[in-house]
């Protein structure tokens, strides 16, 4: 068993699945989180445990409410404990779509686009939500002095303080929605990995993609908005804009602090597009 694994999580396992055997060991690097798939009388399973991570109460969270949609689109959950920091939902088949010829197609993106299209459930207005995130995001240029060029933080810093804190909209939203968080089976896409999902302003899940897989292909923009049902508009253009500057300043400092420099540099590249943008 990997080391991430307590004791006191391996007791649990053994309670809810009986004996069991680790198929393959999913887990990140650089993450505090430990993924496995494991097999036990009952099937085949996920499981995810972390000591340290506030994401595996998210996703206990998320998963907890039930997730809207097609069934076999989500994962579903078995058991959890959030003071032992472990969950178990079923296995969801499929292939991860990032890195096949599946993400550079827009079938893909329809139907992504329409599975979060469910997964965006109302949860009331807020009108702190986006005074937050401009905090947030002005401690991050704080963090990002020394990472940053002088002259991209003074425009970036310009842009945050232009930006009216407007009142928001929150749904449940994924916090992590790409190609590497999609499988893949038989043409059916399915999504995966909840450890970031919270109440947020919908266009939040829209950021990543609209700076990685949409640039240079319309195409794919295009199928995805017609699956999700809407798009960007000017109403929400204030919190577009603040989004994606928390993103883009967030991935850099992110990345810089665990060493990943490729993905630090894409967080500049992010931030540039940003300022750029009219």
Same mark, same amino acid.
């Given at each position: 068993?990997?080391?991430?694994?307590?004791?006191?999580?391996? *007791? !649990? %396992?053994?309670?809810?699945?009986? #004996?069991?055997?680790?198929?393959?060991?999913?887990?990140?690097? +650089?993450?505090? $989180? =430990?993924?496995?798939?494991?097999?036990?009388?009952?099937?085949?399973?996920?499981?995810?445990?972390?000591?340290?991570?506030?994401?595996?109460?998210?996703?206990?969270?998320?998963?907890?409410?039930?997730?809207?949609?097609?069934?076999?689109?989500?994962?579903?959950?078995?058991?959890?404990?959030?003071?032992?920091?472990?969950?178990?939902?079923?296995?969801?088949?499929?292939?991860?779509?990032?890195?096949?010829?599946?993400?550079?197609?827009?079938?893909?993106?329809?139907?992504?686009? *329409? !599975? %979060?299209?469910?997964?965006?459930? #109302?949860?009331?207005?807020?009108?702190?939500?986006?005074?937050? +995130?401009?905090? $947030? =995001?002005?401690?991050?240029?704080?963090?990002?002095?020394?990472?940053?060029?002088?002259?991209?933080?003074?425009?970036?810093?310009?842009?945050?303080?232009?930006?009216?804190?407007?009142?928001?909209?929150?749904?449940?939203?994924?916090?992590?929605?790409?190609?590497?968080?999609?499988?893949?089976?038989?043409?059916?896409?399915?999504?995966?990995?909840?450890?970031?999902?919270?109440?947020?302003?919908?266009?939040?899940?829209?950021?990543?993609?609209?700076?990685?897989?949409?640039?240079?292909?319309?195409?794919?923009?295009?199928?995805?908005?017609?699956?999700?049902?809407?798009?960007?508009?000017?109403?929400?253009?204030?919190?577009?804009?603040?989004?994606?500057?928390?993103?883009?300043?967030?991935?850099?400092?992110?990345?810089?602090?665990?060493?990943?420099?490729?993905?630090?540099?894409?967080?500049?590249?992010?931030?540039?597009?940003?300022?750029?943008?009219?």
């Amino acid at each position: 068993m990997p080391q991430g694994i307590t004791e006191k999580q391996r *007791a !649990l %396992l053994r309670e809810w699945l009986g #004996p069991y055997s680790v198929l393959k060991d999913h887990s990140w690097p +650089l993450q505090d $989180t =430990t993924v496995l798939r494991v097999a036990s009388a009952g099937g085949q399973f996920i499981v995810k445990a972390g000591t340290t991570s506030h994401h595996i109460r998210r996703e206990i969270a998320a998963y907890s409410h039930g997730m809207p949609g097609p069934a076999g689109s989500f994962p579903v959950l078995r058991h959890a404990s959030a003071d032992a920091g472990i969950l178990v939902t079923e296995f969801l088949p499929g292939v991860p779509v990032e890195g096949t010829s599946a993400e550079h197609a827009p079938e893909t993106y329809r139907q992504a686009g *329409a !599975l %979060l299209a469910a997964l965006h459930l #109302p949860v009331g207005s807020s009108t702190e939500y986006a005074k937050k +995130l401009s905090y $947030t =995001t002005e401690l991050l240029l704080k963090k990002g002095r020394g990472l940053l060029e002088a002259g991209t933080l003074a425009r970036a810093a310009k842009e945050l303080a232009a930006l009216p804190a407007v009142p928001v909209q929150l749904v449940t939203t994924h916090g992590d929605y790409q190609p590497r968080n999609w499988l893949q089976e038989e043409g059916r896409i399915k999504v995966i990995d909840f450890g970031r999902a919270d109440a947020r302003a919908w266009v939040h899940d829209l950021v990543r993609l609209s700076h990685k897989q949409f640039v240079g292909s319309p195409d794919l923009a295009d199928a995805f908005h017609e699956g999700l049902g809407r798009r960007v508009g000017p109403a929400e253009n204030s919190i577009w804009r603040l989004e994606n500057l928390n993103q883009a300043i967030g991935t850099v400092v992110w990345a810089h602090g665990i060493g990943d420099y490729a993905f630090r540099d894409f967080g500049v590249a992010m931030l540039e597009r940003v300022l750029a943008a009219p």
